[in-house]
């Protein structure tokens, strides 16, 4: 007996016309599909790259590795405007923004980009300022060998690049309406930030899927709470009141508890005296009224809206005033970075510092216990001994990403055999 | 180290008083349930009274003891999860995953 009401078609999955066949994983252990997605997709889809209070005065800059593209793009705060280039020097093709080791990332305030091998300089717009021995050269127009722009364009905050020569919609048209409905949130307060990463051996698409359902929660991390709390979560399981589908985008918002009024035996002592923990600081900053994209299913008490940006990107925000991103950055077929960050309003008493620090600590437990089945996962899908999966209806976001990823996927090999 | 209120703590103090996360977490895998056991035990049973001390300081000014009481207090944070979930240091079946913390706040 569904808990939460189904839409008139009775499944979420019909009612996003998506089949409720099994579905294969071909497209997550495939080293040729990788191939293809990285042309189709990280070289055309808008990319959330960071944030711009990371660029807070003028030159200002960070660099962004993004393997999948084949690129390293620079950041850089020209003026009010943020600016991106593809991280190559113009003269003999040398990375210009690094230190130490060329494939790590960096950041940073300069006047001007330096390159190491000659020492040709590029202001922060980009022009080719400085040529080393300019008499030496032959016919050179300093005017033409500026850096490479990148398309970039900032939403709420979030800085997007797309390595497109030309995108194909701006970047408010690529978000679209669900993801533009958190339009004044309070982004902008949240400047308190941890930082998680780790490679992690198994294709980016996996971790999506294991970060766009709750199906798991309950049996995975039935320990990380009190047995007066798991032993019922997991004979009832878990069912999100709300999914919603926009374009490539997608969305599960949960129902919430208040933690603060739950009896001791179902919480842990460390949560009470702390006043915190997965959910977030019990005692959450005042920030107003909220976005309308924001709780659509109007629950209440209500948990979290997960918002999937496709690709590569989720930002998922809390009911209890703060918000967390994921990204997902291919290294190969069975690789990827990842990276989290919590995003909180900075405390102004140790007491919230410490609630804070219980929020945190508590994510990276649940984040090691997600991160160790992907790489069991990736080596058993390679196996190809079971080769299709049943997925369930609270499973229905993962069957989206797979589907979107393969139509874009077959849009960009009709591209080529239309220009062929 | 820690504010004479707190000389039941200071035992505890040369072990877990550590400024980052990198250090406390690499603490709690090094260490034996009994002495983590123990840290707790203690740190529970002024945890309250350890939180409001700090309390009576702004974030930016405050002492070195009670710098050192709020360090502690991140490490009672980064244990108990040992003490109250795992009965083990190391979160359960996560041999070979990590996720480092490479950026966190000043204070």
């Not at chain 2, 209120?5 to 709690?28: D, H, I, M, N, Q």
């Not at chain 2, 070979?96 to 204070?107: G, K, Q």
């Amino acid at each position: 007996m569904a808990r939460w009401p189904k839409p008139t078609e009775g499944s979420w999955t019909e009612h996003f016309g998506l089949s409720t066949e099994p579905i294969s994983y071909e497209d997550s252990i495939s080293p040729s599909f990788y191939e293809l997605e990285r042309e189709a997709i990280f070289k055309r889809a808008w990319l959330n790259v960071g944030r711009d209070d990371q660029l807070p005065r003028n030159g200002s800059y960070f660099t962004k590795e993004i393997t999948a593209a084949r690129t390293s793009v620079i950041l850089v705060r020209d003026g009010s405007e943020v600016r991106a280039f593809h991280n190559v020097c113009r003269h003999r093709g040398n990375k210009l923004v690094w230190d130490d080791y060329p494939g790590e990332e960096t950041h940073g305030v300069c006047r001007q980009f330096v390159c190491k091998y000659h020492g040709w300089r590029y202001g922060t717009d980009g022009q080719l300022n400085f040529v080393q021995q300019e008499d030496q050269f032959f016919n050179l127009d300093k005017s033409q060998c500026g850096l490479l722009p990148v398309h970039c364009d900032v939403w709420e905050g979030f800085v997007f690049v797309n390595l497109a020569e030309q995108p194909a919609q701006s970047l408010r048209e690529f978000l679209g309406p669900m993801m533009t409905g958190l339009d004044g949130y309070p982004f902008g307060l949240m400047t308190e930030r941890f930082t998680y990463r780790a490679e992690i051996r198994s294709n980016w698409k996996l971790y999506m899927d294991a970060f766009q359902e709750f199906y798991h929660a309950p049996v995975l991390h039935q320990k990380q709470t009190p047995p007066d709390w798991s032993g019922p979560a997991l004979k009832n399981g878990f069912e999100a009141p709300h999914y919603q589908i926009d374009g490539p985008h997608r969305l599960v918002s949960t129902a919430g508890i208040r933690l603060y009024e739950l009896p001791e035996n179902m919480r842990k002592p460390i949560e009470g005296l702390t006043r915190s923990g997965n959910f977030g600081p019990w005692d959450p900053p005042e920030l107003g009224e909220m976005p309308p994209g924001l709780n659509p299913a109007g629950c209440d008490p209500w948990g979290l809206d997960s918002f999937q940006m496709f690709p590569n990107f989720t930002i998922l925000i809390w009911s209890l005033g703060w918000y967390l991103t994921y990204h997902y950055w291919p290294t190969s077929y069975n690789t990827h970075i990842f990276e989290s960050t919590l995003y909180f309003v900075p405390p102004k008493t140790a007491r919230e510092r410490l609630a804070l620090e219980m929020a945190a600590t508590t994510f990276k437990e649940y984040g090691l216990q997600d991160a160790n089945t992907l790489e069991a996962t990736q080596t058993m899908l390679e196996s190809r001994a079971v080769t299709t999966f049943p997925l369930c209806d609270q499973e229905v976001l993962c069957r989206h990403l797979h589907k979107v990823t393969g139509e874009w996927v077959d849009d960009y090999r009709r591209g080529i055999e239309v220009s062929a | 180290m820690l504010p004479v209120e707190f000389s039941g703590l200071e035992p505890f103090a040369a072990k877990w008083c550590l400024a980052t996360e990198r250090e406390r977490y690499a603490e709690r895998l090094q260490s034996t349930m009994e002495e983590m056991q123990a840290f707790y035990d203690a740190a529970m049973a002024c945890g309250e009274a350890a939180i409001a001390y700090c309390d009576q300081f702004s974030l930016d000014e405050m002492p070195d003891q009670a710098v050192n009481l709020m360090n502690l207090l991140y490490s009672l944070i980064a244990i108990s999860f040992s003490i109250e979930c795992w009965s083990q240091p190391r979160v359960p079946d996560t041999g070979a995953a990590y996720l480092d913390l490479i950026v966190e706040p000043a204070r």
